[in-house]
């Protein structure tokens, strides 16, 4: 059970909009920065996002974030099969002292 | 070019110890923290322990507190995992990340530990 809560899995098709969303508590989300990592087969994951809402040099503004209250969401627009990969957030969380990822969540492009 | 290349993964018996090394290249890595994250086959990704650039500050999972060690050696742009009493759920492949404030921009390729007997 992870402490940030994400869905299993989303699906979309090419060009289309999908969102993915990163539930937590105050402790973490509520007052920390978010971020999200993108994780193709077999490969170490990437930074997408981080603070939130930027992107690191190189990542497409396809891809966005956000944050209200304890919730953070990813935004990936103009699907492309190669966004294919599995999506985890990932915060601080002040009440453990530690950090905390959410379970992941697994991006169909139909 | 940065680069982290993690190595000391392998095969080890439940109550054994290991040594993780992660070599940093192309960056400044005193100015940075670091951090080992893990992922066990098929699981989600697990934040493991951090530590500050100059080693002030030290963080792990409740589930490796008291049998991780993390430390790091500025001068030889290293990063260490001491793990001791290792068990059967510590299977996972083990990455090491720069950045604080999970700003974890750069990641090692990942080195796999199998604790098994």
């Given amino acids: 059970q992870s402490v940030l809560t994400q869905p299993p899995s989303v699906s979309a098709a090419p060009g289309q909009k999908v969102t993915i969303s990163c539930s937590g508590r105050s402790s973490n989300i509520g007052n920390n920065y978010v971020s999200w990592f993108q994780q193709l087969p077999g490969t170490a994951p990437k930074l997408l996002i981080y603070d939130n809402n930027k992107r690191p040099s190189g990542i497409p503004d396809r891809f966005s974030g956000s944050k209200s209250g304890t919730s953070a969401t990813l935004g990936i627009t103009g699907l492309q099969t190669g966004d294919e990969a599995d999506y985890y957030c990932g915060t601080w969380d002040n009440s453990l002292s530690a950090g905390v990822f959410g379970g992941g969540t697994k991006l169909t492009v139909l | ?117």
């Fill in chain 2, 1 to 117: 070019e940065v680069q982290l290349v993690e190595s000391g993964g392998g095969l080890v018996k439940p109550g054994g110890s290991l040594r993780l090394s992660c070599a940093a290249s192309g960056i400044t890595f005193s100015t940075y923290s670091m951090n080992w994250v893990r992922q066990a086959p098929g699981k989600g990704l697990e934040w493991v322990s951090s530590i500050s650039s100059s080693s002030t500050y030290i963080y792990y999972t409740d589930s490796v507190k008291g049998r991780f060690t993390i430390s790091r050696d500025n001068a030889r742009n290293s990063l260490y995992l001491q793990m001791n009493s290792l068990r059967a759920e510590d299977t996972a492949v083990y990455y090491c990340a720069r950045g604080a404030d999970f700003e974890f921009d750069y990641w090692g390729q990942g080195t796999l530990i199998t604790v098994s007997s």
